[in-house]
């Protein structure tokens, strides 16, 4: 069973379901942010888009003092997958789950529109279904998507291969034309140091389907799906 984690605010929490139910025939729950322990049998946990608690604050800085939250933190420290989508991105970067913060975009627009992505990590639980410098085609909606690091910090990243995705062309090629808010190094999606928790903008769960403009996003949550649904593994039931 998968959970998806709804706070107050979040709007891409039943896509995320539908996705996974419809698209890759795998159980997924909402589960509530008040709850204080996760669904037993959990294999994998998914933080959705949205504007969790009306992004007061910042956005993700009052999602992370969610009762919900101390569960997620301890099924990550025990190696269980988690997933952060858009502001599940940025719920992850304030918990201390991912390293680095995401900024309001540059020039300060919100920015709704298809993007590139280049694949510069392919393994489980999250890519192992494409291949190292694969072009996803996947959404973005966003504010506050500017990833940005403390200096020195994105090249520990690189050599320790945490940067999962970036912002390119649709040859591949990453330039400034194809940064959309200003992210360091184009910087899409990153992971952990021990791989199984992933962050980044755009939203897998908006391109699941051909008739919604592509499936291109199956490539990460099919990944996810392989990972943890098909051998059963994970930390079950920890909360």
């Given at each position: ?225 392989d990972a943890v649904a098909g051998a059963g593994a994970g930390p079950k039931g920890r909360g």
């Open positions: 069973m998968f959970a998806v984690i709804q706070f107050p605010g979040s709007n891409d929490d039943r896509d995320m379901c539908f996705a996974l139910k419809s698209a890759l025939a795998v159980e997924a729950r909402l589960v509530w942010h008040k709850e204080t322990a996760l669904p037993r049998g959990t294999l994998a946990v998914l933080l959705p888009g949205g504007f969790s608690y009306g992004d007061y604050l910042r956005c993700g800085a009052m999602a992370r003092f969610s009762p919900v939250m101390a569960a997620v933190c301890r099924f990550a420290e025990a190696g269980g997958a988690v997933l952060g989508t858009c502001n599940g991105f940025q719920v992850l970067c304030e918990a201390g789950l991912l390293p680095g913060a995401l900024l309001r975009n540059q020039g300060l627009d919100f920015v709704c529109e298809w993007a590139h992505l280049r694949v510069e990590v392919a393994a489980p639980p999250f890519t192992s279904r494409a291949a190292p410098g694969a072009v996803l085609h996947i959404p973005i909606k966003h504010g506050e998507g500017r990833y940005q690091l403390e200096p020195g910090q994105l090249a520990r990243l690189e050599s320790a291969g945490q940067v999962v995705l970036r912002y390119c062309e649709a040859d591949g090629t990453v330039s400034p034309r194809a940064n959309p808010n200003g992210s360091v190094a184009n910087v899409a999606g990153v992971r952990s140091a021990a791989g199984n928790v992933m962050g980044l903008m755009p939203h897998p769960e908006h391109a699941a389907e051909t008739l919604t403009g592509g499936t291109d996003g199956l490539a990460i949550l099919g990944s996810l799906v």
